[in-house]
């Protein structure tokens, strides 16, 4: 069955430093999504991205994060100066166009720890 | 106000005996999307089921099946015949169809999750 891979399943950084979570998404599906999870508590959307640009993002999504797909299989998403708060378990998602009924599927995530 | 409530934080239940989970949710638009996920201790999210808000007959998955009473913005899980493999985070999340891509592209709000413990 096919899947959305992560990478690194985890990561420890500096705070300050910039960080990289890299997720290969279901290679026929169009929409890409970052979640993240801080320990205990529920998962919130950071942004969502759909033929090459932004089409939605929380106010979790500030400028110190982006999202670049730099070819036609990696969705990637940067932590430009990490903060002690940013430490979570960081998803990536995709669904298929149309996959309101089908449902996204996530990937087994990675769990960043900035120190 | 909250999106999504999940008011059972934990729920103990006994191995072979149903159970429900309970969802309410918050919106003003007509069209949108109910979700289960499962989180076992690994960490991984398992999409379990789907009810659209037109959907006239509740949604059913094997063991999973999904409560849906739209008057009440209601969407509970009951799950059959638990097994001790079901104990993990459930996490109800709603999906509206709001952004520009006219849903494709909308990230999904998730309720707080019930810690479901299944006791042999």
């Known amino acids: 069955e096919p899947e959305v891979t992560q990478t690194p399943s985890h990561q420890v950084t500096q705070m300050g430093q910039e960080v990289i979570l890299r997720c290969v998404p279901i290679?026929?599906?169009?929409?890409f999504y970052w979640y993240r999870q801080i320990l205990g508590q529920k998962v919130e959307f950071l942004v969502s991205?759909?033929?090459?640009?932004?089409?939605?993002k929380s106010e979790i999504f500030d400028d110190q994060f982006s999202v670049e797909r730099p070819d036609g299989s990696n969705f990637t998403l940067k932590i430009r100066s990490t903060k002690l708060e940013d430490s979570a378990m960081y998803f990536c998602?995709?669904?298929?166009?149309?996959?309101?009924?089908?449902?996204?599927?996530f990937g087994s995530g990675t769990r960043l720890t900035v120190v | 106000a909250q999106k999504i409530t999940q008011t059972q934080p934990g729920m103990f239940v006994q191995e072979k005996e149903a159970v429900t989970l309970d969802c309410t949710y918050d919106?003003?638009?007509?069209?949108?999307?109910l979700f289960w996920y499962k989180q076992p201790s690994s960490g991984e999210m398992i999409f379990l089921i789907y009810?659209?808000?037109?959907?006239?007959q509740n949604a059913t998955e094997g063991r999973y099946s999904l409560n849906f009473q739209k008057a009440r913005k209601s969407a509970n899980l009951v799950i059959s015949a638990s097994q001790l493999g079901d104990s993990a985070m459930y996490f109800c999340?709603?999906?509206?169809?709001?952004?520009?891509?006219?849903?494709?592209?909308?990230?999904?709000?998730f309720g707080k999750g019930t810690h479901l413990i299944i006791q042999p």
């Open positions: 009810q659209g808000s037109y959907d006239q």
């Open positions: 991205f759909y033929n090459n640009e932004i089409s939605e």
């Open positions: 999340a709603m999906r509206e169809v709001r952004g520009r891509s006219g849903g494709g592209a909308d990230g999904l709000t």
């Open positions: 919106t003003s638009d007509p069209s949108y999307g």
């Open positions: 998602a995709s669904s298929e166009a149309g996959g309101f009924r089908l449902g996204y599927t």
């Open positions: 290679s026929n599906h169009l929409y």
